[in-house]
T-cell receptor, first 114, second 112 residues
Framework: GGIITQTPKFLIGQEGQKLTLKCQQN?????MYWYRQDSGKGLRLIYY???????QKGDLSEGYDASREKKSSFSLTVTSAQKNEMAVFLC?????????????FGPGTRLTVL | GDSVTQTEGPVTLSEGTSLTVNCSYE??????LFWYVQYPGEGPQLLFK?????EKGSNRGFEATYNKEATSFHLQKASVQESDSAVYYC???????????FGTGTKLQVVP
């Protein structure tokens, strides 16, 4: 078995601030994903990475940067936090880049912007 | 592009009653279809997936049939328990072949 760890669990930021979320997996999976979860909007893909140092934009990449410097880790940066923004950011991984593979999710980072 | 539409929640049921969560999809390909479940405080986890049309997936008493003609993948359970309270997501493998596209989720609350 394996686990996905996301840090921090809760993140409070100020408007305009640059904020970084981190994700680690010990499944030895090739592909990793970042999703944003908003009430009533489901899971929306921000970035994904099919291997170390690869980055692919999802539907919601504007306002975000990502980095995959190691196979086991994938970080997401909110480039300029928006006032009153509240969302949960979920990291996931899958064994390979094919979309038919099961995704394993972390518990999420809950972002609040004051 | 590909899309998934599912029952809008929240859905509140009494223990022992039956559940149907509707899921319809649009795509130009032959996708793999998924149901994920998310319990409070956790990330989503796979409930089951079905790669082929006309086949059924099942797990923990939940089931869904991949209906290619109707482009549907409705989730059903004959008798729900309080422990089934969660958010359920329908998803399909995207046309790109590299990621999955999720519906908006259906929150289920089961009351005693």
């Amino acid at each position: 078995g394996g686990i996905i760890t996301q840090t921090p669990k809760f993140l409070i930021g100020q408007e305009g601030q640059k904020l970084t979320l981190k994700c680690q997996q010990n499944f030895n999976h090739d592909t990793m994903y970042w999703y944003r979860q908003d009430s009533g909007k489901g899971l929306r893909l921000i970035y994904y990475s099919i291997t170390e140092n690869d980055l692919q934009k999802g539907d919601l990449s504007e306002g975000y940067d990502a980095s995959r410097e190691k196979k086991s880790s994938f970080s997401l940066t909110v480039t300029s936090a928006q006032k009153n923004e509240m969302a949960v950011f979920l990291c996931a991984s899958s064994i390979d880049w094919g979309s038919s593979y099961e995704q394993y999710f972390g518990p999420g980072t809950r972002l609040t912007v004051l | 592009g590909d899309s998934v539409t599912q029952t809008e929640g929240p859905v509140t049921l009494s223990e022992g009653t039956s559940l149907t969560v509707n899921c319809s999809y649009e795509t130009k390909q032959y996708p793999t279809l998924f149901w994920y479940v998310q319990y409070p405080g956790e990330g989503p986890q796979l409930l089951f997936k079905v790669p082929k049309a006309n086949e059924k997936g099942s797990n923990r008493g939940f089931e869904a049939t991949y209906n290619k003609e109707a482009t549907s993948f409705h989730l059903q359970k004959a008798s729900v328990q309080e422990s089934d309270s969660a958010v359920y997501y329908c998803a399909l493998s995207d046309l790109s072949g590299t990621y999955q596209r999720f519906g908006t989720g259906t929150k289920l609350q089961v009351v005693p």
